[in-house]
T-cell receptor, first 113, second 113 residues
Framework: DTAVSQTPKYLVTQMGNDKSIKCEQN?????MYWYKQDSKKFLKIMFS???????INETVPNRFSPKSPDKAHLNLHINSLELGDSAVYFC????????????FGPGTRLLVL | TQLLEQSPQFLSIQEGENLTVYCNSS?????LQWYRQEPGEGPVLLVT?????EVKKLKRLTFQFGDARKDSSLHITAAQPGDTGLYLC?????????????FGSGTQLTVLP
């Protein structure tokens, strides 16, 4: 039983294309996140959703847009992909309240050519 | 912006050796977490420390939260090849935030048989 799942695991695409990454959690958590991990393994938060409401929007380009159809899903759509977008993107979820533990998905490895 | 610096960035040791990884900041955190990330996977929580001076043990791993809640350390005794991975510390801010974790720069540990 996968707690946080992401699709696809690998994504290779051309510069300028539009792509989406899907994330689903079956933990019943209230808060979901998108992180970007660069080649130096630095993990940086991009977005956070709490009960379908965007509550954090870090300084990421507006080519990136999170979409949450329901509490269990948080998808990431990227327009006009650039070479610098190549990274590993992680989805995570947290139960909410004062509980800090975040549960991460397996990651999506994006390579922009 | 709260920053967490980890040291060392890379560590390669022989099986059976002891090691310590440090996580330092000039900011105060309400709690601090340690995650381990294995290749091709997302980070997985090892421990959360919440009280200044707190020490927690997880088998051969000992975690300590600094008295001022600005720093933490992870000590591994008699390291094994299975301990190999990327170790990430993550700090949770005080109250009034959206519970956004700040991740450290990571320590890549390799334990050689």
């Amino acid at each position: 039983d996968t707690a946080v799942s992401q699709t696809p695991k690998y994504l290779v695409t051309q510069m300028g294309n539009d792509k989406s990454i899907k994330c689903e959690q079956n933990l019943g958590h209230d808060t979901m996140y998108w992180y970007k991990q660069d080649s130096k393994k630095f993990l940086k938060i991009m977005f956070s959703y709490n009960n379908k409401e965007l509550i954090i929007n870090e300084t990421v380009p507006n080519r990136f847009s999170p979409k949450s159809p329901d509490k269990a899903h948080l998808n990431l759509h990227i327009n006009s992909l650039e070479l610098g977008d190549s990274a590993v993107y992680f989805c995570a979820s947290r139960v909410g309240g004062r509980e800090e533990t975040q549960y991460f998905g397996p990651g999506t490895r994006l390579l922009v050519l | 912006t709260q920053l967490l610096e980890q040291s060392p960035q890379f560590l390669s040791i022989q099986e059976g050796e002891n090691l310590t990884v440090y996580c330092n900041s000039s900011s105060v955190f309400s709690s601090l977490q340690w995650y381990r990330q294995e290749p091709g996977e997302g980070p997985v929580l090892l421990v959360t420390v919440v009280t200044g001076g707190e020490v927690k043990k997880l088998k051969r791993l000992t975690f300590q939260f600094g008295d001022a809640r600005k720093d933490s350390s992870l000590h591994i005794t008699a390291a094994q090849p299975g301990d190999t991975g990327l170790y990430l510390c993550a700090g949770a801010p005080g109250s009034g935030s959206a519970r956004q974790l700040t991740f450290g720069s990571g320590t890549q540990l390799t334990v050689l048989p």
